[in-house]
C-alpha cells in the first residue's frame, strides 16, 4: 500500500516568559506553545485544533481516521503542514463521500480547549471487536513507572496532557498537548502509518496499553477501543458515559493510577492481580 506524503512541520513546543513570584522576584519560566492548526480536506476548511504541534501530520491523519471521516489510509494522497500560516492541507485521491452531510452534526466534547466530533459518539460500536488482552498488576506498575520517568514538557513547562503507547511494558510512542484527545488522534496517526488498514494480530500477554494523563470519557473510550486497544490506564478517573461504554465494549480502564494505587473500573478479567506487589517500592531513576 502507497502512504500518502507527508511533511515533516516543526515548531518550537515552548516558549519562555517573564513571570513574577510570590516574593516579588522576576523570573524566566517556560509555558506551552498553544497554536492553532487549521485543517482544510481538498481545499474546505473543516476544523480548527488548538495543539502543542509536536506531531501535526499524525494529529491530521489520527483525527480523520477517528472522526470515521476516512476508512483507508490509501485514500490519502498527501498532508501538508504550514506553520506560517498555521494551516494543514489533506489531499484526497477521489474526494470524501457526503462530506457535507457527515460534518454537519458536530458535538461539542469534554475535552480541553473544547473539542469535537462529528456525527453520534456512539455509531459504530456495534461493530467493534477488541482483541484478546491481558495485563499483571506487574505490567501496569512497570508502565506507570516508565511514564514516572519519561522526560517531557510537563515537567518543564506543565500546563499540557500526556499520552502513550506501550505493547506490555514497552514503550511505542509518548506524546503530549494541550488537549488529550489532539495527543490520542496523534497516537492513532502514528499507529495507521505503522500498521495501515488491518492491525497485526499482537500476543495476549504482551498488548497494546494506552496511557493517558487526563480523565477517561466517552470519547477516549471510543477512540482507545477504535484502535484495537483493550486496556486503558489513566492517571485520572473516569466519567459515567465512559464508564458504560467500557462495559459495553468489555474494555478494560484503570484509573487513579499514580506510585502503586490504581482502580481498576470495567474489564477487570484482563487485569491479573497480584496484591502482594501494592506494598514494594518503585524502581528509581537510573
Not at 488537549?179 to 497494546?208: K, Q, S, V
Not at 484503570?254 to 502482594?276: D, I, K, M, S, W
Amino acid at each position: 500500500m502507497a502512504l500518502p506524503t507527508l511533511t515533516a512541520a516543526q515548531a518550537p513546543l515552548t516558549r519562555s516568559v517573564e513571570v513574577v513570584n510570590a516574593h516579588g522576584e522576576t523570573e524566566t519560566i517556560s509555558i506551552p506553545a498553544e497554536r492553532a492548526l487549521t485543517l482544510y480536506v481538498d481545499k474546505r476548511e473543516l476544523v480548527t485544533l488548538m495543539t502543542l504541534g509536536a506531531h501535526p501530520e499524525w494529529l491530521v491523519l489520527g483525527y480523520l481516521r477517528n472522526q470515521r471521516l476516512v476508512q483507508s489510509l490509501a485514500a490519502i494522497a498527501s498532508v501538508t503542514v504550514d506553520w506560517d500560516v498555521g494551516a494543514a492541507a489533506v489531499n484526497t485521491h477521489g474526494g470524501i463521500a457526503d462530506i457535507e452531510a457527515r460534518t454537519a452534526t458536530r458535538v461539542v466534547t469534554t475535552g480541553c480547549g473544547q473539542g469535537s466530533v462529528f456525527g453520534g459518539l456512539m455509531d459504530e460500536l456495534d461493530a467493534i471487536r477488541l482483541p484478546q488482552a491481558r495485563i499483571t498488576q506487574a505490567q501496569l506498575y512497570g508502565i506507570v513507572n516508565a511514564i514516572r520517568l519519561q522526560e517531557s514538557t510537563y515537567k518543564s513547562a506543565g500546563s499540557v496532557h500526556g499520552c502513550a503507547l506501550f505493547q506490555g511494558e514497552a514503550l511505542q510512542l509518548f506524546v503530549e498537548d494541550v488537549g488529550r484527545h489532539n495527543a490520542i488522534d496523534t497516537i492513532a496517526g502514528w499507529m495507521w502509518l505503522r500498521d495501515g488498514d488491518t492491525p497485526p494480530a499482537r500476543p495476549a500477554d504482551a498488548p497494546l496499553v494506552f496511557y493517558t494523563t487526563g480523565r477517561l470519557t466517552s470519547e477516549m473510550v471510543i477512540k482507545s477501543a477504535q484502535m484495537g486497544v483493550a486496556i486503558v490506564i489513566s492517571r485520572s478517573g473516569i466519567t459515567q458515559m465512559g464508564h458504560e461504554i467500557a462495559q459495553k465494549l468489555g474494555l478494560c480502564t484503570v484509573g487513579r493510577a499514580t506510585n502503586r494505587n490504581f482502580l481498576c473500573y470495567t474489564g477487570r478479567e484482563r487485569l491479573q492481580l497480584q496484591p502482594e506487589l501494592a506494598g514494594q517500592r518503585l524502581r528509581s531513576a537510573a
